[in-house]
């Protein structure tokens, strides 16, 4: 983002249109909160520890798809039709509305609106060092590979190894478009790209 001269910054979008946001959805997210509450045993967010900007972790935070404890009933891949997935989760997963609690993220300095989205410890260890680059920036809540996969799950789905089909094929190709964004980044593809997200996800 551009930072001199009186125009706005990266950092200062990001603020603006998170706490805008979080007002003004403040009663859309009350009521996801005791629909998630109610529909299954567990508090409304879900806390998961992703690896951000220098390497630094922090706890991404979601509305909860999932049942109580399902990590330790599954792998960190969700696949397809998973059953730990509760009947809210899907719909809430499936306009991407469970990604909503990440503006608080972006507040508090964890994330960006628009940037890399930021992975689990057990995959950035996997990270060549050309791949470690996408750690140069805030990760985001969208990027390029957001919405190239979209349908990840479905993809993941149709693998007899997801975990491995994941580590060896979509993860390198979610980097390379992470890395692209880097080398593109602007105000204007920043815009483009949050455009972009939000009518890929009403298409879908």
Not at 17 to 46: D, E, H, N, R, T
Not at 140 to 157: F, M, P, Q, V, W
């Amino acid at each position: 983002m551009l930072t001199t001269g009186g125009k706005i910054t990266k950092r200062t979008f990001d603020i603006v249109a998170c706490v805008a946001a979080v007002v003004i959805l403040c009663p859309f997210w009350l009521c996801i909160g005791l629909l998630v509450a109610c529909g299954s045993k567990g508090g409304a967010l879900y806390r998961q520890t992703r690896v951000g900007r220098d390497g630094k972790e922090f706890k991404l935070l979601k509305f909860r798809t999932m049942r109580q404890d399902a990590d330790k009933v599954g792998g960190l891949i969700t696949v397809g039709e998973d059953s730990r997935v509760t009947r809210i989760g899907r719909f809430l997963r499936k306009y991407k509305i469970d990604e909503l609690p990440q503006f608080l993220n972006i507040i508090k300095g964890d994330m960006s609106i628009v940037g890399p989205r930021p992975e689990v410890p057990k995959y950035v260890a996997l990270y060549n060092d050309r791949q470690r680059q996408v750690l140069s920036v805030r990760p985001g809540l969208t990027d390029y590979a957001s919405i190239e996969y979209i349908s990840e799950n479905e993809l993941l789905a149709r693998s007899s190894d997801p975990d491995r089909t994941y580590i060896e094929e979509i993860m390198p190709a979610k980097l390379e478009l992470n890395l692209k964004y880097i080398e593109n980044q602007s105000v204007l593809e920043d815009l483009r790209l949050i455009f972009k997200t939000l009518f890929s996800i009403l298409k879908k």
